[in-house]
């Protein structure tokens, strides 16, 4: 199973950007589907997540500002960030728990994609 993230870049303060990223691979099913960042110097800390019945919760931080959704036919996780801070820059990872054809149940991370807010 693999996950690609796209979809970050440099935008001001105050803008917006869609983050993107897609699960292949060996995959019967995905459970939670979940985005986390780190700055550097600091922990990767969870921004937001989405359960197969699209239930959702957000840090608070960005409750208002961010939204995450899926899609569950293509196996991919959105998340959409407005209003953005220069304190939302760092590195953004997508995470999901998959089960496999495999007959196992595993998290797997993507590679993560970088978002730079200037102020």
């Known amino acids: 199973v693999q996950l690609q993230a796209s979809g970050g870049g440099l935008v001001q303060a105050g803008g917006s950007l869609r983050l993107s990223c897609a699960a292949s691979?060996?995959?019967?099913?995905?459970?939670?589907m979940d985005w986390y960042r780190q700055a550097p110097g600091k922990q990767r800390e969870l921004v937001a997540r989405v359960t197969n019945s699209n239930r959702v919760d957000y840090a608070d931080f960005v409750k208002g500002r961010f939204t995450i959704s899926r899609d569950n036919a293509k196996n991919t996780v959105y998340l959409q960030m407005n209003s953005l801070k220069p304190e939302d820059s760092g590195v953004y990872y997508c995470?999901?728990?998959?089960?496999?054809?495999?007959?196992?149940?595993?998290?797997?991370w993507g590679q993560g994609t970088q978002v730079t807010v200037s102020s």
């Open positions: 691979g060996s995959i019967v099913s995905i459970n939670v």
């Open positions: 995470g999901a728990v998959v089960h496999t054809t495999g007959w196992t149940t595993s998290t797997y």
